[in-house]
């Protein structure tokens, strides 16, 4: 009887196996056409352009702070790109919306629907007193070593001079767009956008603007889609997380630090904490990653194929390696991260309250409402108070359909430009394109450039850089679908 069981496992064993490796021997990469004729651009030319834009400090601190200096230097920086790009400007002359641009560039048809082209001109901070750790000096611009380096070089600087370069060169040309081609560049997507293009979203919808599609920062092209894999991929985001901010205030007995109660704020704040970050949200491939995993599977090594080929099986292992990566393992649940404390005023008085803010980017299967509620019952303290922070808030956004019109002029521009597959993704952070969503058919977030598992940590860090070589490319990408937009 033994015997007969366990043949009769080992026969579905064998069966198991034979199907894995039938599925990963059977799948097959995605046809990508070959790029086309790489596009001529003056890369030397546009590491100085990015160069002279870095130095400009239109830092976005928030609250208040600094905000002068950061205005001025947002005039500064319309002045700069006045005068680089001066064909650009008289082809599409800008409107002003507080400190930020709205160019418009009429095109010959006027019965097709717009589309918007996105990028930012404010940076984040650099962390005060490690200005000593960067190689280049953070606001250097400093071209060296087959880099540009500073803040904003990534994020995001390097994208409004590439979108700029190549409108100059065909305004130059003399050429017109077959629809209307609009460029938002906002003051402040760094502390929520509300002045830049939120309020140019909110003209544009006063007018009844309606996008075709608009195209802001996000994915790029991964060296290492998958950890083993290294043939490269573009990821195009197809939706983007929410964003909450929650404030707790926990409350407790005030007093002399040389007569402490039980009943200490801080300590209740501190279990509060550590109840939420206690209580992660599921993790879970979604339809998004999948359809990602699809397109990387044929181009893994076979073992690698033979886990990414049967997810219907392995997808527990899958989601186990996202993990291990805190960037791919943020597209697959709701990100739980506790960013500021306050409380007390001097080393011996016991504070009767305790503050500290807890951000949420929020995964498309929750929303708003369920993650205070997710919230509120991993505290479970009366005494806890729970606050939303509406500087910046936002559910998920909804995701485009890969078959969509949008997607396909999007991926045909970056195959023509990189010749690699293209798969969707979830932009995990924060854009300003989620402001358009009410005025857009579809809203998508792609940055075209090279990106290595090395360079995710020098977005809003240490070390930001772009890499010259990688300026020729994003040039040609936005060149190309300027041009070819039908």
Not at 12 to 22: C, N, Q, S, W
Not at 129 to 149: I, Q
Not at 153 to 172: N, P, S, T, Y
Request: aromatic share 6%.
């Amino acid at each position: 009887m033994l015997k007969r069981v366990l043949a009769g496992v080992a026969s579905v064993f064998v069966i198991l196996a034979a199907v894995m490796v039938g599925r990963a021997l059977t799948v097959s990469a995605p046809a990508v056409p070959e790029a086309a004729p790489p596009i001529p651009v003056d890369v030397n030319l546009a590491a100085r352009h990015l160069s002279e834009a870095i130095r400009i400090q239109t830092v976005s601190y928030g609250d208040g702070v600094k905000e002068k200096e950061k205005e001025s230097a947002l005039q500064t920086m319309q002045q700069w790109l006045a005068q680089t790009y001066p064909g650009f400007h008289e082809a599409a002359g800008p409107e002003k919306f507080n400190n930020s641009l709205l160019f418009t560039w009429i095109g010959k048809n006027p019965n097709l629907a717009p589309v918007l082209l996105m990028a930012h001109m404010d940076v984040v901070p650099v962390v005060p007193g490690t200005e000593k750790d960067w190689t280049h000096a953070p606001f250097s611009g400093d071209v060296a070593g087959g880099f540009v380096w500073g803040r904003g070089a990534i994020d995001d600087k390097g994208q409004v001079v590439a979108i700029c370069e190549a409108a100059e060169r065909l305004a130059d040309s003399g050429f017109q767009p077959e629809r209307t081609i609009m460029f938002a560049f906002g003051e402040d997507e760094e502390v929520g956008g509300g002045k830049g293009n939120g309020a140019i979203a909110a003209a544009l919808q006063s007018r009844g603007t309606h996008f075709a599609w608009v195209l802001d920062e996000g994915s790029s092209v991964l060296s290492e889609p998958y950890p083993g894999v290294r043939r490269p991929i573009a990821v195009i985001a197809t939706a983007e997380k929410g964003f909450l901010t929650l404030e707790l205030t926990a409350h407790g007995t005030g007093g002399h630090a040389a007569r402490p109660s039980g009943d200490l704020a801080v300590a209740r704040l501190s279990t509060a904490i550590l109840n939420v970050t206690g209580h992660p949200f599921p993790s879970d491939l979604d339809d998004i990653q999948r359809a990602k995993l699809a397109v990387i599977a044929p181009l893994a090594p076979f073992a690698q194929r033979l886990v990414l080929a049967n997810l219907w099986l392995t997808a527990p292992l899958v989601v186990r390696e996202y993990q291990t990566n805190p960037e791919s393992a943020a597209t697959l649940h709701t990100t739980i991260s506790p960013t500021m404390l306050n409380a007390g005023v001097k080393e011996n008085v016991i504070p009767p309250t305790a503050q500290a803010v807890i951000n949420f980017r929020i995964h498309p299967r929750d929303n708003i409402r369920s993650v205070t509620n997710h919230v509120q019952d991993a505290i479970g303290d009366a005494r806890v108070d729970i606050a939303e922070r509406d500087e910046t808030i936002s559910e998920a956004t909804k995701v485009v359909d890969t078959g969509s019109p949008a997607f396909a002029t999007i991926a045909n521009a970056v195959t023509e430009t990189f010749g690699v597959p293209v798969a969707p993704e979830i932009m995990t952070g924060a854009t300003d394109s989620r402001h358009y969503l009410p005025i857009a058919d579809a809203v998508l977030r792609f940055r075209p450039v090279h990106t290595e598992p090395s360079d995710v940590a020098r977005v809003h860090g240490t070390n930001e850089r772009l890499a010259v070589a990688d300026l020729g490319p994003a040039i040609a990408f936005y060149t190309r679908l300027i041009q070819e937009l039908k």
